[in-house]
């Protein structure tokens, strides 16, 4: 019985130390298990923690290629502004470059037509004596370009009434009748006296017109060959005043002057057709003719002078008696 109760404690001893030795592989296995998940979960942690890392990394990588990128793109569009401008600036520079030549250009075309003009058009003479007073500066002349057409030729007094020793002012027009009668008498009579030996071109003739208008004078004036009042000048009044000056009545009327502007006939209308050979012409009187041989003509001019002056002075005295008595 001893025995049997010593194996029963031993076996209990056993049974508990075996108990207990199951007990702590447990506790181990356990702490093992929990450790390998700790690490387990550790590793994931990392793991995570890593791919976190690197995702970051990542993302701040990216924002600084990102950032990169659009610094460079930002480079880029400065450079290509900066090119842009630059190109813009060079277009405008060379545009105002063109545009200052250009004017630089104009202006010397300019001057050169200025200079072109002052060359060829030199300032009018100042002219003097008994014609400009009568008929002004300028004088027509008319030269036929074709069958058709006829051009206008402007020219001094004084210079195309030089060396003329018989001035005839004509007064005639288009619509009247025994003018254009006249007109083709006249003509030839005109170009009958310029031919005679030893005084060619010793005769001219200004047509003051009583036409009513320009282009009638214009028209008109292709039948003569002489020279004219300018249209503007004979239609008005000065046109007028001669008329009045030499007697005029009707038309056509014809007066002869001499170089220094006195007159020789009011009534050369009447004497061309009775002398058409033209022997007594310019049909002055006898004292006339004796004055002119004597007298020379500096003279003559000197003396008219002092006459129209005093002519001129008696005008103006009878004027201021006439509006005292009147008033």
């Not at 030199?122 to 300028?138: A, H, N, R, W, Y």
């Not at 170009?191 to 009638?216: A, L, M, P, Y």
């Not at 000197?302 to 008696?314: A, C, G, M, P």
């Amino acid at each position: 019985m001893k025995r049997i109760k010593l194996n029963l404690v031993l076996l209990f001893i056993v049974l508990s130390s075996a108990l207990q030795i199951l007990t702590v592989q447990g506790q181990d296995q356990g702490a093992d298990v929990a450790t390998a998940e700790k690490d387990e979960s550790g590793s994931e942690e990392s793991v995570v923690t890593s791919d976190a890392v690197e995702e970051e990394q990542q993302e701040t990588k990216t924002g600084e290629d990102a950032e990169l990128d659009s610094d460079d793109e930002k480079s880029e569009d400065n450079l290509s502004s900066d090119i842009n401008d630059s190109a813009e600036q060079k277009e405008e520079e060379g545009e105002a470059k063109v545009a200052e030549t250009e004017t630089e250009q104009q202006k010397t075309s300019e001057n050169a037509n200025e200079a072109a003009t002052e060359e060829t058009s030199p300032e009018p003479p100042k002219q003097s004596g008994p014609f400009i007073d009568l008929l002004g500066d300028t004088l027509l002349s008319l030269q036929m370009v074709d069958e058709t057409h006829a051009q206008l030729n402007a020219h001094y007094t004084n210079e195309v009434l030089h060396g003329k020793k018989i001035i005839g002012l004509y007064f005639s027009a288009d619509w009247c009748g025994p003018c254009k009668q006249f007109t083709p008498e006249l003509v030839s009579f005109y170009n009958k006296i310029n031919s005679r030996k030893g005084k060619q071109n010793t005769f001219e003739i200004v047509w003051v017109s009583r036409c009513r208008d320009v282009k009638s004078f214009g028209q008109y004036f292709t039948h003569m060959n002489w020279l004219a009042l300018p249209p503007e000048e004979a239609l008005g009044a000065r046109g007028q005043e001669l008329f009045t000056k030499y007697k005029g009545k009707g038309i056509p009327h014809l007066v002869l002057l001499d170089e220094l502007g006195s007159v020789i006939t009011l009534d050369a209308r009447s004497k061309i057709p009775q002398d058409k050979a033209g022997i007594g012409f310019p049909w002055r009187n006898p004292f006339t003719t004796l004055y002119i041989t004597l007298v020379p003509k500096s003279l003559r001019f000197v003396i008219k002078s002092h006459v129209h002056t005093i002519k001129e002075k008696i005008k103006e005295s009878t004027s201021g008696i006439l509006a005292k008595v009147t008033k």
